[in-house]
């Protein structure tokens, strides 16, 4: 099992939940996530003076698959998310132990879906 | 006769509503432009200051300044003395319209009450987001209760600049460069919020939490400002009401235009918080001359006030370094100051510019000296600034231990019924 977190920008977000509605992956957690780093947000100004926005807003995604699903899933975000330029985001993915259901305390794969 | 009395009464009493809501303006305006943690603060502060105002304006303010008895003291310091309720009712109405007198003296009183508490509220913007605040109230109390009603007195109740013919029709000076210059020396002995002037002689952005807030503000000041320069008319006259509808009007239309261009050329790009300062910047402008000036002269003077308000935002932001949140000692102390010289300029009569310049200089010289002393004493003796960490944290949990917006809208803590 696996889980894929990925970062995207907030513009990607109906292509890649469309993509993965394509290859049928039926739930993620969906935040709101603020990046900072060397590349600053816009400029705004405010009565004359010029200011950065302090963060960089994108999504997360975390999906937790199987993991024969995750080079589909790779795909599909890599592709509904590329606009080819700086700050597209990235994917991370992660091994996991267990996967427990709170409901019914259905373990593992059958916890997955 | 009695049908005319009716009338002017209740004229008076219908701009004195609109002066009222022009308190709710201030308020959105300045919430608007603080940061979000200040916001409880200062509506806090808007609430607590019409309510001393009225009082206050009551219990001595209304009779300082408009003194029963001409003589040297009266002339000077009026007298000090709550407001005489004998004098409230008018016994034949018929008689009364007769003589001249348009209203009873309980909406002289209520119709006053209401301006004297809008000069205070001029200085909780300047000061926001880092004053204690009883300290501040303490401050606004004596303001109302001695230091307007005194410069009032001057020019609307028998006073020397009176004796002088200089013209303030509504308070471009008597009310508007009295609190701008009261919001400076304030703003001068309290220093800049945290931050805001760099090391490296750089200014940092605070902006402003709310735009929808502030120009909902503004909009009610113009609203209001329909009563402020047209309920100065102190009567219903048809002719002088509805000319004053109309330059007040003409003038906070080419404030925006003014503080648009003005705004453009200085920063290149169209500054929404400018816009708002303009229209108020026209407002204050006219509203020395409101009842003596043609349409083309509120036009002018409007749009010369909308030109200056960005100037001055920026002068006293980035190269005085006096931190004004709002833009008070702007729009209320520079406008003001215009507008009353504007009177000598384009106003239609006999007015004198130097009387004009050297009467709202006194004002202005006597509001900025009066207030530095009282705050400077207050500042002595317990302080006026809350602590650093109180400021980063905000006033609202700071002073009140409250949000204005609650955290649960935040998301993680919202509690929906799954």
Redesign the interface.
Same mark, same amino acid.
């Given at each position: 099992m696996k889980k894929i977190e990925a970062i995207i920008r907030l513009s990607r977000f109906e292509l890649i939940r469309e993509a993965l509605a394509e290859i049928d992956v039926r739930f993620f957690t969906l935040s709101e996530v603020k990046g900072f780093g060397l590349q600053r947000g816009e400029t705004l100004t405010y009565r004359g003076s010029v200011y950065d926005a302090d963060y960089i807003a994108r999504l997360q995604l975390d999906i937790l698959c199987p993991d024969e699903k995750v080079s589909d899933i790779v795909d599909a975000i890599v592709s509904a998310g590329r606009t080819g330029k700086v700050g597209d985001g990235k994917i991370t993915i992660i091994d996991v132990d267990q996967v427990i259901r709170i409901r019914n305390s259905e373990t593992d794969e059958s916890a997955l879906s | 006769m009695e049908a005319v009395f009716t009338v002017n009464n209740l004229w008076i009493l219908v701009a004195t509503v609109l002066v009222f809501v022009m308190h709710l303006g201030f308020a959105m305006l300045e919430a608007g432009f603080v940061q979000r943690k200040n916001v409880v603060n200062i509506l806090f502060k808007n609430a607590m200051i019409i309510s001393i105002g009225l009082l206050t304006y009551y219990l001595v303010g209304f009779q300082l300044m408009y003194p029963p008895d001409e003589g040297l003291i009266a002339n000077i310091m009026g007298y000090f003395a709550p407001f005489d309720w004998s004098g409230g009712a008018i016994s034949n109405y018929g008689e009364a319209a007769a003589d001249g007198t348009a209203y009873t003296g309980y909406s002289d009183f209520i119709f006053q009450g209401m301006f004297a508490a809008t000069c205070a509220t001029i200085v909780s913007g300047a000061v926001a987001e880092r004053i204690k605040l009883v300290p501040f109230l303490v401050f606004a109390s004596i303001f109302v209760a001695i230091i307007y009603p005194i410069i009032g007195m001057w020019g609307w109740g028998g006073g020397w600049l009176a004796d002088l013919d200089f013209k303030d029709f509504a308070g471009s000076s008597l009310v508007h460069a009295a609190g701008g210059f009261a919001a400076l020396a304030a703003v001068l002995l309290l220093g800049p919020r945290r931050g805001k002037y760099r090391k490296d002689g750089g $200014? $940092?952005? +605070?902006?402003?939490h709310s735009m929808p807030l502030a120009a909902m503000g503004v909009f009610l000041l113009w609203f209001g400002w329909f009563g402020f320069n047209g309920g100065s008319v102190l009567s219903a006259d048809p002719n002088a009401v509805s000319l004053v509808f109309v330059t007040t009007s003409l003038a906070a239309a080419a404030g925006a235009i003014g503080a648009f261009i003005m705004?453009y050329a200085?920063?290149k $790009?169209y500054?929404l918080? +400018?816009v708002l300062n303009g229209i108020l910047g026209g407002l204050v402008g006219i509203t020395a001359s409101a009842d003596v000036v043609t349409g083309n002269s509120a036009i002018a003077i409007g749009f010369i006030a909308g030109l200056i308000i960005?100037l001055s935002?920026?002068a006293f932001?980035?190269y005085l370094k006096i931190d004004d949140p709002v833009?008070a000692t702007s729009v209320h102390g520079v406008c003001g100051i215009w507008g009353t010289i504007a009177v000598g300029i384009f106003g239609i009569g006999d007015f004198s510019l130097g009387t004009q310049i050297m009467g709202t200089l006194a004002i202005g010289g006597f509001a900025f000296i009066a207030s530095f002393t009282i705050m400077g004493i207050i500042k002595a003796v317990v302080g006026i600034r809350v602590s650093e960490t109180e400021e980063i944290k905000g006033l609202d949990v700071g002073e009140h231990d409250m949000h204005a917006y609650s955290l649960k809208e935040d998301?993680v803590f919202q509690l929906t019924a799954e």
């Open positions: - | $200014t $940092t952005a +605070m902006p402003g705004s200085l920063f $790009t500054d918080s +400018m960005p935002i920026v932001d980035k833009g998301g």
